[in-house]
């Protein structure tokens, strides 16, 4: 969809920008250093694995199924840090781990980039009082990972 080819761009070339970077860096920096969620690089890239995941089965659910839509929100009441421990970034090979991310990034930019314009509206019950549309998702996803790309670059300047 024409209307979202920038942020899949943008998507794309981040992670391509960040993807060597992100494979040279010492084992201790990936490892030790921590942000203020007490989260490491190697938790951070994962959640941002979970993250283009949960996206990305949001938003072809609102494009097929009833308006709004009922799915668990995964980061609601810290479950998003189950999701970093159950999968245990923490001791996930860093090479795998980063194209698992590059990957999972590359596929989210092309979903966005079919999204059936007539599903935009569609809404998400992302919590008690919380309505999110399919165009409001897709437009926050690229500040979401812009912001986990930050603390990395906080991370590894630090």
Known sequence: MKEFIEISNQIVSLTNDWEKNLKQLS???I???RNIQNRTIKQIVGHLVDSASNNTHRVIHLQYRKS???YPNYATFGNNDKWIAIQNYQNENW??????WKYSMNHFAHIIQNVNPEKLNNVW?????EKVTLK????YFLPHFKLHLIEIEDLINR
């Open 27 to 29: 084992e201790e920096t």
């Open 68 to 70: 709004p839509l009922e």
């Open 125 to 129: 019950l992302a919590g008690a009082d």
């Open 95 to 100: 090479e795998n781990l980063v194209n698992l």
């Open 136 to 139: 409001e998702m897709i437009e």
């Open 31 to 33: 490892s030790e250093k």
